[in-house]
């Protein structure tokens, strides 16, 4: 096991940790985030001036609780991610890699999608900006997912490519 990553720094599995912590971290925040959300929504709906949510009020409720259900599921999975690295179980790390394949399919949509929107509305360059954070955020992303697949592999103890 000593195939490295992160430009050599560390191996696989230590990237692994990383990338299970860091997600952790984010899945911790962004509950919080839209937990605060939800409530300023239910509670004080006067503070939101967008004129869109106070038309669909229960529309952005909904989502915002939908992102808490998706934020939970993924810090379980990170949690996952770090138990299997620390047991050495790839069978626990398999969540976490799948539900990223998913959320690269769809985030990867979902920026081509709002990039024709805003450009049909005639924010190009506010869909170029888009695009660009969007391919910045799908890099990192499929780079972690590069990382881990090859840890799972190694602990699979299959031939690394």
Known sequence: MSETCCCGCCTVGQGTL???ILN????????????IEVNIMVYYPDQIK???FQQ???RYITVECIEIFMAIVYFIFACLMVQGYRMR???????????NYVSLCIV??????LFILLAVAGAVAAGFIMLAMGGIFLA???YFVFVVKRF???LKGGAIY
């Open 108 to 113: 990867a949509v979902s920026i081509v999608i």
């Open 152 to 154: 799972v592999t190694e």
């Open 56 to 58: 669909n009020r229960s």
């Open 24 to 35: 952790i971290i984010g899945g911790i925040l962004s509950i919080i985030r839209d937990s």
């Open 18 to 20: 990383i990338i299970g």
């Open 89 to 99: 179980n790839h069978r626990l790390i398999m969540p976490w890699l799948i539900w």
């Open 140 to 142: 990192v992303q499929t």
């Open 50 to 52: 967008e004129a869109d």
